[in-house]
């Protein structure tokens, strides 16, 4: 992954991440591991969790699709390598965000 371009976004505009049974199965110990690398780097990235738990939501059948949207977050941490949280020690920190998330167009819906 060193030769790869950087990408502006953790996942590409537009797109929908499903159970996408048409493509090819990939290592699921691989895919396992990458996913558990991209969910340590949520406690210094929070701008990443969404789309690593989504990723994180196929462990037990990855798809190629999945796979690719997992390299995705990669080559968006590379090109973010300045960006993130330090927790320094000792000092009392309150940390207070907002976050508008759109599950409108979501095909993976559980609730009913």
Known sequence: MENYKEVFT?????YLMDADEARQQVDSTKYRGLTL????????????QFNVCLCSRFQSNPKESHYKAAKRILKYL???LNVGLWY???SKITLSSFSYSN???CKLNTIE
């Not at 953790?10 to 537009?14: E, L, S, T």
């Not at 690398?37 to 990443?48: E, F, M, R, V, W």
């Open 10 to 14: 953790p996942v590409a505009k537009n």
């Open 88 to 90: 320094p020690s000792g």
């Open 37 to 48: 690398s991209l969910l340590y780097l949520t406690t210094s990235g929070p701008n990443i």
């Open 103 to 105: 599950y409108v167009r």
């Open 78 to 80: 590379k090109g973010t």
